[in-house]
C-alpha cells in the first residue's frame, strides 16, 4: 500500500486526504497550524490519522507521494527535507488529475480568474452539460472527482501550477500576468510569469491556450517560448485573424467561421475587465461547440463572484461597492477605471511593496477622498496626499463606512477596492467585504 501524505489540512488537503483513502493509500495528514473543526470532524469520521501543531519527522518522511497545500512554501524546512530525499512533492490538482478522464478546463491569471471561472461554469451549466467546478475557488478539484462530470473547470493559483508535472488541462485560459505574489518568487517577476505558464507545459497541438492578446508580458512570453497548443487570443483593440475581438461594440469569436456573439452592453456584468472575462468564458463555450444564443443568454444573465465590484446598496442616491477581492493595484486599476462618478475610496491593508502610479490618473480624475483602511498607511499616504483633499486613516471598518457616509454627497460611489490583502485586520478578503456590507447596511 503506497503512502500519501498530506501536509496542510485545509479545503485541498482534506480533499486530497479522502481521495486518496478512496483510492487505496495509507494517509497521513499534518498541519503546522491547527485544523478548523469542520475539516477536523472529516477526518475523524473517515479514519484518516492526522496531527496539528507540528509536523513529524519519522510520520513524513517515509512518504510514497506528498501533497503539499498550496498556501505552503517550498522553503519550509520539512518540505526542503522531502525534496532532498527525492520524495515526490506535488500539487492537490496533480495528484487528482490522474483519476480523471474528464475534459479539463484551468483558468489561471493574476486577476479575473474568479470570474471567468464562474462565467464559464454559468454558461457551461446553462447549455445542461455535466460540469463541475472548484480548484481554487470553492470546493477542491480533489473533492469533486466522485461527482464524475464530464468537465471541470477549475481557478488555478499560481502555488497550485507550482506542484504540477504531468497535468494537462485541455482548454487553458490566461486572463492575464501582472506582479502579484513576489514575496513568495524570490521578488523575481519572471520566475512568477514562468509559473502562471506552466499551465501549457504539458499541452499538445490537440490542446487549446486562451488568452489576452492585449498583455504585453503573455505576448513576450509567447513569443520568445515555444508553446505546443493552439493559440486563441482574445482582445479589445484588435482585430484578430483567429481568436475573439470587438467589432462595433460587438463580441466577435472568428475560429474557423466568424460568429457573432452579443452586443457588449447587454453584459450583465459591466466594465472593460468584464468583457474580457465574458470573451475569454465565451471561447472556451464556443471551442465545446456551445450555441451562440446559449452563450449570449448565459453572460446577459451573469451576476458575477461576491466581493468583486458587488454593489451592495444605494443611501440617499449614493451607491455603495464591495470589491474586497482586489488585493493588487491591477484589480483596483479595473475597479477605478469602470467608475462614472466621483468615488470616495477606501483601501488599504497589507501592502506587497506596491507600485501605486498606474492608479494616479484615476485618482486625479475620480476619487474625491481617500479612506486608508490598514496598520500601516505610509506608503499610501506618500503616494496619494496630494492628489485629494480629503485623506484619513482608520483601523475599524464600520468608523471607515461612516466617514464615507459623511462625505459622499448624491449620485456619488462609495468604494472599498483595497489594493492589498487583508491579514493585518481582518481573517481574509471575505471577512473584509462582509464587514463593509454589514457596516453599510448598519448606516
Not at 484551468?106 to 464562474?118: F, V
Request: glycine share 6%; net charge negative.
Amino acid at each position: 500500500m503506497k503512502r500519501l501524505v498530506v501536509l496542510g489540512g485545509g479545503e485541498s488537503g482534506v480533499g486530497t486526504a479522502l481521495l486518496g483513502k478512496q483510492k487505496g493509500f495509507e494517509v497521513f495528514v499534518s498541519d503546522y497550524g491547527i485544523l478548523k473543526k469542520a475539516y477536523k470532524d472529516v477526518l475523524i469520521h473517515n479514519e484518516i490519522e492526522w496531527e496539528e501543531g507540528m509536523h513529524t519527522a519519522s510520520k513524513i518522511l517515509n512518504a510514497d507521494v506528498v501533497m503539499k497545500s498550496p498556501g505552503i512554501s517550498e522553503h519550509v524546512p520539512i518540505v526542503e527535507t522531502l525534496l532532498n530525499k527525492g520524495v515526490s512533492v506535488i500539487s492537490e490538482i496533480e495528484f487528482a488529475a490522474q483519476f480523471t478522464s474528464a475534459n479539463i478546463i484551468g483558468i489561471t491569471g493574476s486577476n479575473g480568474k474568479t470570474t471567468t471561472t464562474m462565467m464559464t461554469h454559468h454558461i457551461l451549466n446553462h447549455a445542461k452539460l455535466s460540469v463541475a467546478m472548484g480548484g481554487n475557488i470553492g470546493d477542491s478539484f480533489a473533492g469533486l472527482i466522485g461527482q464524475n462530470p464530464d468537465h471541470f473547470v477549475l481557478e488555478l493559483s499560481s502555488f497550485q501550477l507550482d506542484g504540477i508535472q504531468k497535468f494537462r488541462p485541455h482548454i487553458a485560459v490566461l486572463t492575464n500576468i501582472t506582479p502579484d505574489h513576489l514575496d513568495r518568487y524570490d521578488n523575481k517577476f519572471e520566475h512568477y510569469i514562468a509559473s502562471k505558464f506552466r499551465i501549457v507545459m504539458n499541452q499538445t497541438k490537440e490542446d487549446y491556450l486562451i488568452y489576452d492578446a492585449d498583455d504585453d508580458v503573455i505576448n513576450a512570453y509567447i513569443q520568445s517560448h515555444q508553446i505546443q497548443s493552439i493559440l486563441v487570443p482574445f482582445s479589445l483593440t484588435k482585430t484578430l485573424a483567429q481568436g475573439t475581438y470587438l467589432k462595433q461594440k460587438e463580441i466577435i469569436i472568428k475560429f474557423k467561421k466568424e460568429e457573432h456573439i452579443m452586443p457588449t452592453t447587454n453584459l450583465a456584468l459591466e466594465g472593460k475587465h468584464n468583457i474580457k472575462n465574458a470573451m475569454a468564458a465565451a471561447t472556451v463555450a464556443h471551442l465545446l461547440k456551445i450555441r451562440k444564443d446559449t452563450i449570449r443568454e448565459s453572460l446577459e444573465c451573469f451576476q458575477g463572484a461576491e466581493h468583486r465590484l458587488e454593489n451592495v446598496l444605494k443611501i440617499n442616491k449614493v451607491q455603495y461597492i464591495n470589491d474586497s477581492k482586489a488585493t493588487n493595484v491591477n484589480a483596483t486599476y479595473f475597479a477605478l477605471e469602470s467608475m462614472s462618478a466621483p468615488t470616495v475610496w477606501i483601501v488599504g491593508g497589507v501592502d506587497k511593496g506596491n507600485d501605486y502610479s498606474a492608479l494616479f490618473p484615476f485618482v486625479n480624475e475620480k476619487v474625491k477622498a481617500i479612506i486608508c483602511l490598514g496598520k500601516n498607511n505610509e506608503a499610501l499616504f506618500k503616494n496619494f496626499e496630494h492628489m485629494v483633499d480629503v485623506m484619513v486613516e482608520t483601523q475599524y471598518m464600520s468608523e471607515a463606512v461612516k466617514i464615507a457616509y459623511n462625505i459622499a454627497t448624491s449620485g456619488e460611489n462609495v468604494l472599498l477596492s483595497p489594493a492589498c490583502a487583508s491579514f493585518d485586520l481582518f481573517k481574509n478578503y471575505e471577512d473584509r467585504g462582509h464587514q463593509f456590507k454589514s457596516a453599510v447596511r448598519a448606516l
